[in-house]
Structure formats: structure tokens, C-alpha cells
């Protein structure tokens, strides 16, 4: 087999959290050697008998906080400090929002190494220490607290593996999304299927007409006035 696309190496503390990366269109890109996956358990890398990962957070509050050494000793052993360098990526509600821009700029990378925190974040010092030799991004999927990086992991993955060649077949193609480049930023028009009449709904005649015309302005009619109603922030920019 040819060398993957893109190698993804994902830290947590409940790996098997990760499982549906084996799943679906990820898990197909696996398969078919596009995309290489590894999970490791962030346990692997402390050294006393409770496995401990966390530690009450100086200066005091509630919760605890991710200890830095078994992070460095993740990193150095999946990066060593004078090998190729992944790019470091930490789902955390402070981090830039994950749009389809920046997953695109993701996806053009070589190497992807997540770190999943858990509990009230990961010691600062962790990626101060990473960005000396690899570049770091934090990523925030929205404005909300989730309980750990697992879930957001997931979510940036699917979001950008959709990206690679060959990952989507062409018919469903990532080309025409509303967020792809070029596109017009719009909610999409709702969309419909066989039967034309189901259970006293009808599809909009518009769209048995075979008027192509007529078809794309309806659909832009429907996406502007859905973006309007849900997402006016998208119609500002
Ligand atoms: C996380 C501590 C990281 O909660 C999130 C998140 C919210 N929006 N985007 C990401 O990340 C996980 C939880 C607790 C650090």
C-alpha cells in the first residue's frame, strides 16, 4: 500500500471512546489506506502505580487539572524532538472555532496529533512546551462546555477527512457545500426524494418541473430565506 494522506494519532484517557473512527466514511478511509489512525491511552505514559494523570490546580478552585509530564512523555515518544514534527491539535472551548475554512487548512496537513483533555484542561505549560518545536492549535467546536476532547476529536476528523481525495465518492462530492471555497456561504434548500406525494406531503412542483432555471433560483429563494431566519450572522460577511 501507498503512504496515507494524513496520519492521525489521538491521546485520551478512554480510548475506546474513539471506536467510530473505525466507523462510516472515516472508517472507510482507513480501510482503503488513505487515512492512518492510532489511539493511545495517555496512562501508557505515567510511571506510578495509580496511573495518575490529574492534580489539583494551584492557586486553588474546583476540579483538577491534567498533569504535564505524562503529556511530554506522549508527545516525545509519538514526536521525538529531532524527528518530523506533527501539527498539535487540543479541542478546548478556548480555542479557535472550527469552521470549514480551518478545517480545510487541517486537512492539508501531513500529521495530526490530538490531545483529548479531560477534567478542567490540560497544565498551560504542556503546550508552551509542544509549540517550541511543533505548531499548536487549539480548536473550539462552539460556545459550550463539553467533559472532554473525545467527542470534539471525532467531530474535527469527520469534518476534515471528507476533505481528502477519495475519501467522498463523486457524487457527493464536498465541492458544492455551502461552506466549501467559492461557495455562497448559504444554509442549503431543503431537499427531497421519491415519493413525490408521502402522507399528503407533496415536493415542491418546482422541482418535478425540469425547469433548471427555475429549479436554482427557488433553491437560492429557500437558502437565503433560511439563512435569514436561522443564521443572520452569515448574511453580515
Ligand atoms: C475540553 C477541558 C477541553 O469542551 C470542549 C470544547 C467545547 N467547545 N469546543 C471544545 O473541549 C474539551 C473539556 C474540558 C478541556
Excluded at 478545517?103 to 505549560?125: K, N, Q, S, T, V
Excluded at 415519493?195 to 422541482?207: F, I, Q, S
Excluded at 437558502?223 to 435569514?228: E, F, H, L, P, V
Amino acid at each position: 500500500m501507498t503512504a496515507p494522506l494524513l496520519a492521525l494519532d489521538v491521546v485520551t484517557i478512554f480510548p475506546e471512546y474513539l471506536a467510530p473512527l473505525s466507523q462510516s466514511l472515516v472508517g472507510k478511509a482507513i480501510e482503503r489506506g488513505i487515512i492512518a489512525a492510532r489511539v493511545h491511552d495517555l496512562r501508557a505514559w505515567t510511571d506510578d502505580i495509580h496511573r495518575t494523570v490529574d492534580d489539583s490546580p494551584y492557586g486553588g478552585g474546583p476540579g483538577m487539572v491534567m498533569r504535564a509530564e505524562p503529556w511530554a512523555r506522549a508527545l516525545d515518544g509519538l514526536a521525538p524532538p529531532e524527528g518530523p514534527q506533527p501539527c498539535l491539535v487540543i479541542p478546548s472551548p478556548a480555542g479557535r472555532p472550527l469552521t470549514q475554512a480551518l478545517a480545510a487548512e487541517l486537512a492539508a496537513r501531513p500529521w495530526l496529533l490530538f490531545a483529548c483533555g479531560r477534567y478542567e484542561g490540560i497544565d498551560a505549560r504542556v503546550i508552551d512546551y509542544a509549540a517550541a518545536r511543533m505548531e499548536v492549535v487549539e480548536i473550539s467546536l462552539g460556545d459550550y462546555v463539553l467533559c472532554g476532547g473525545e467527542v470534539a476529536v471525532l467531530v474535527i476528523v469527520e469534518a476534515l477527512a471528507r476533505l481528502l481525495p477519495g475519501v467522498l465518492g463523486n457524487s457527493e462530492s464536498a465541492a458544492n457545500d455551502s461552506f466549501a471555497d467559492g461557495a455562497d456561504g448559504l444554509l442549503e434548500a431543503p431537499a427531497y426524494t421519491r415519493p413525490a406525494t408521502w402522507r399528503g406531503l407533496d415536493v415542491p412542483a418546482v422541482l418535478l418541473s425540469g425547469d433548471h432555471g427555475a429549479i436554482e433560483r427557488w433553491r437560492k429563494e429557500q437558502s437565503t430565506a433560511r439563512t435569514r431566519a436561522i443564521r443572520p450572522d452569515l448574511l453580515d460577511s
